[in-house]
């Protein structure tokens, strides 16, 4: 039995990443709340006066920040344990592999990673009034990583003949102005490191036809 080490290769890397999706499902539901939060509040205060809100009742206008706090800082500690246990070394892993991932690879890693730490930070930091800066920094930095996101779904989508990756990187695209459809662009794209992962497996492994010596004439 003949084992390809660039087959393997690819496999190890889809494996880290199909690793580090799972930890995005449940990272992406508690963000996904925090920013909705963060929007509803935020388009909220022109109608409601939030401003003079806070400047009145300060305490109140703390309290109402306590759940963003608590999701994101929830949300954003499971997704880096994600991206930098899983996904981004399997990311990188596959540039090594292949270098025409290696653009992809740059921005997943400067903009998810970097740009969740920092809404980590910012959601430590909320209470004042760097915290709100820090956030806002961080979300540029995560649209960022999901353009990274995006040229890696298309890039896959021209590797691996696999359609899911297509329709998974259209809906991280328009999941930066409608956040709810990310979670179905994870769960397509984990399907597609699924199949990805079991043809890779199997190409590693493949058993090579059996060519029979040549005998010699009698």
């Not at 190890?12 to 509040?41: D, N």
Request: hydrophobic share 55%; with cysteine; aromatic share 14%.
């Amino acid at each position: 039995m003949s084992a390809s080490p660039i087959k393997h290769d690819y496999a190890e890397a889809y494996r880290e990443m199909r690793e580090g999706v799972l930890y995005q499902f449940i990272a992406w539901i508690l963000l996904g709340i925090g920013i909705t939060y963060v929007f509803t509040l935020t388009i909220g205060s022109s109608f409601a006066g939030f401003h003079h809100m806070v400047t009145e009742n300060f305490g109140l206008g703390m309290l109402a920040l306590v759940p963003l706090a608590i999701f994101l800082l929830i949300g954003a500690i499971i997704s880096l344990i994600g991206l930098w246990g899983k996904f981004i070394p399997g990311v990188k892993k596959l540039a090594n592999v292949n270098p025409e991932f290696s653009t992809s690879s740059t921005f997943v890693n400067l903009g998810l990673f970097w740009g969740t730490l920092l809404m980590l930070i910012g959601a430590l930091t909320v209470m004042i009034v760097v915290g709100v800066f820090i956030m806002m920094i961080s979300f540029i930095l995560i649209i960022l990583g999901y353009i990274g996101i995006l040229l890696l779904c298309f890039k896959l989508n021209d590797f691996e003949k696999n359609s899911l990756y297509l329709a998974a990187g259209i809906l991280f695209l328009i999941g930066i102005i409608f956040p709810i459809l990310d979670f179905v662009a994870w769960i397509l794209l984990y399907i597609a490191l699924v199949e990805s992962l079991r043809k890779a497996n199997s190409q590693a492994t493949q058993i090579p036809p059996f060519t029979p010596s040549p005998q010699p004439l009698a």
